[in-house]
């Protein structure tokens, strides 16, 4: 088992099921996706030693902060930590720096004030160190929410929705400091959020969370486009996801049966011939050919539909279009407005279109329901997290 | 004017708000952050003297003190003399009518300090006791002194459980408010009305502090 500097397994039955696991290596940040009530927060309060886990092990660079096997469970206090929270909870009768101060506790009373206000430098907050909370913008208090939680030198520095309370414009600019800072910081970050785009714009992994079970890890681009099982590729939100069966293995290929259409796909020999299993492709793998240059490329499926809906959003259009004119074989994909208009495609039009072989990605079948196993997820026990972790 | 009833008064009020301090801080920072089983009917005991006469407490607290009660042994023993009609027992019977007084403002200045921020206290690397003195405290100060200070009122113009278990003995158990009784009995206005503007603008005053006090300056408006 490789050494993280994060290294996260807990469950716990009741009163909200939990299962996670997930790792973070120092210097790396980590986003916790999930919708809300999926057990983010819940997650961050176990590292921090506020909610303890009816089982579980948690070691931070080295140290063991719960293993319920051994009895072992470090209070809030003994664990360091920095922990920006959702709604910052800033002391509201401090100033910025005493707050700032506050998680000095380790530090001589000399040394607070300076170090308090390069805390608050580094978050472009000079100038500002004797408002009260009260006084700042919600992103004001965020950066003294950030400062206060590096204050104590942490060992790993949990972010729990940091930008959630705050509006567009100014999540932006902190989604730059944030990622400016990180560039510093030599401890794990969890960073816990509901936005996708957040998370595969800031995180090096990310981990998928639904209903307190972590579904899978690894590199954001990489679940976006390879999730583990249907129900992440819904939570990721790729909306093409259909059930095919296995009809051969062809060298790097994977031959399918799609509706009686025969499809290539990126190899996955695990799955047997003959075996039901389901297909993912995002919007970006369906190519809509130009009337005047139609697909012949082997290996890009061409195939022919029928635009059943076409539907405007900002400069973008939406598009459904159906398989050989059959609604079970709906395919969506998004494209520009002038692109459409210059290829004259429209509700009702015939289109040619291609499923590039290597995005169609083959997952196990999933029944459909919400709480159906997921392919190498944690059913009964919180197994290790290289378990369900993708590269 | 009677001085020494106003002198009792005064003692009577600031020993049962001094008593009532650590009782309030303790029992209202439990009922504003634990649950626990029995806990409404605890509160409702608590909040029992706000609706319940005086006199039926009164004659609860004679009736515990009585002649065969093993209480009066107890109180007997410590005290080496009866607790009614005593201003010992005066504080007894104050102590427990004010509970709901003291306690309720203090539970809703502690159940004002969210959860999160005494978790980011913990996070801080905080201790208990600091977490107590750097956080809780400060922020529920005006809870809590608002709570004494309508303990302190509260007591001055408290006059049934008074009447019953203290006894109206003069320098001992005759408060401000007997007093006036005792004067408007006798038909000396003047005196009556003298204590009874007194208690009115001590009353008042200290309304206005709990007003005054409330006003909370670390909420932007």
Same mark, same amino acid.
């Given at each position: 088992m490789a050494d993280h500097a994060l290294d996260?397994?807990?469950?716990?039955d009741s009163p909200a099921p939990l299962r996670a696991a997930f790792t973070c290596d120092a210097g790396r940040v980590l986003a916790l996706v999930g919708p809300a009530g999926s057990g983010k927060t819940r997650l961050l309060r176990c590292i921090a030693g506020l909610d303890r886990p009816q089982r579980g092990h948690i070691v931070c660079r080295g140290g063991t902060w719960l293993d319920t096997n051994q009895r072992i469970s470090l209070p809030a206090q003994a664990r360091r930590v920095g922990l920006v929270f959702q709604n910052y909870a800033l002391f509201p009768h401090l100033s910025a720096e005493d707050n700032v101060m506050a998680a000095m506790t380790e530090v001589a009373p000399a040394e607070r004030v300076r170090r308090a206000r390069a805390l608050l430098a580094r978050v472009h907050l000079a100038g500002l160190n004797r408002r009260l909370p009260g006084d700042l913008s919600s992103a004001q208090r965020q950066r003294v929410a950030v400062a206060r939680a590096l204050a104590r030198d942490p060992q790993v520095l949990l972010l729990d929705e940091p930008f959630a309370a705050v509006d567009r414009m100014a999540r932006r600019t902190l989604h730059v400091e944030l990622a400016e800072m990180r560039r510093h910081l030599d401890m794990p970050v969890v960073l816990a959020t509901d936005d996708l785009d957040e998370a595969a714009m800031l995180a090096d992994e990310i981990c998928i969370l639904h209903r307190g079970r972590t579904l899978q890890q690894g590199r954001p681009l990489h679940v976006m486009s390879r999730p583990a099982s249907m129900q992440v590729a819904r939570l990721v939100g790729v909306r093409n996801v259909h059930a095919a069966r296995v009809v051969a293995h062809e060298a790097e290929f994977t031959i399918i049966d799609w509706e009686g259409t025969r499809l290539d796909a990126k190899g996955a020999p695990q799955f047997d011939v003959g075996k039901r299993i389901a297909w993912a492709l995002p919007s970006d793998g369906v190519i809509v050919h130009r009337r005047d240059r139609p697909s012949r490329s082997e290996h890009e499926n061409p195939l022919k539909g029928s635009v059943a809906q076409f539907l405007p959003l900002g400069a973008q259009a939406e598009l459904v279009i159906h398989v050989n004119g059959r609604s079970e074989m709906a395919l969506r994909t998004s494209m520009p407005l002038h692109v459409a208009a210059r290829n004259r495609i429209a509700a009702g039009e015939e289109v040619g279109v291609s499923l590039l072989a290597s995005s169609v990605?083959?997952?196990?079948?999933?029944?459909a329901g919400d709480g159906a196993a997921t392919g190498r997820d944690h059913e009964s026990t919180v197994p290790h997290p290289a378990s369900s972790r993708t590269r | 004017m009677d001085w020494s009833a106003l002198a009792v008064s005064l003692k009577l009020a600031l020993w049962t708000a001094?008593? %009532? !301090?650590?009782?309030?801080?303790?029992?209202?920072?439990?009922?504003?952050?634990?649950?626990?089983?029995?806990?409404?009917?605890?509160?409702a005991l608590l909040a029992l003297p706000l609706v319940l006469p005086a006199t039926v407490?009164?004659?609860?607290? %004679? !009736?515990?003190t009585g002649a065969d009660s093993p209480v009066r042994a107890v109180t007997d023993s410590l005290l080496r003399k009866p607790l009614v009609f005593t201003f010992a027992g005066l504080l007894v019977a104050s102590v427990v009518v004010?509970?709901?007084f003291a306690i309720q403002p203090m539970q809703r200045a502690f159940e004002a300090i969210s959860m999160d921020v005494r978790d980011a206290a913990k996070c801080c690397g905080m201790r208990p006791w600091s977490i107590f003195t750097r956080i809780e405290f400060p922020l529920a100060w005006r809870g809590i002194a608002s709570a004494l200070v309508l303990t302190f009122a509260h007591t001055l113009a408290e006059f049934g459980v008074v009447l019953m278990v203290g006894g109206n003995i003069?320098?001992?158990?005759?408060?401000?408010s007997l007093a006036i009784y005792d004067r408007v009995q006798a038909f000396d206005d003047r005196a009556a009305g003298t204590m009874a503007a007194t208690l009115l603008f001590t009353s008042l005053a200290a309304i206005i502090a709990v007003y005054v006090i409330r006003a909370r300056p670390h909420v932007r408006r």
């Open positions: 996260v397994r807990v469950a716990q990605h083959l997952m196990p079948w999933q029944e | 001094a008593i %009532l !301090a650590p009782i309030g801080i303790i029992v209202g920072r439990v009922l504003a952050w634990r649950a626990f089983r029995g806990r409404t009917l605890v509160e407490l009164g004659y609860y607290m %004679l !009736a515990a004010n509970l709901p003069a320098g001992e158990t005759r408060t401000a």
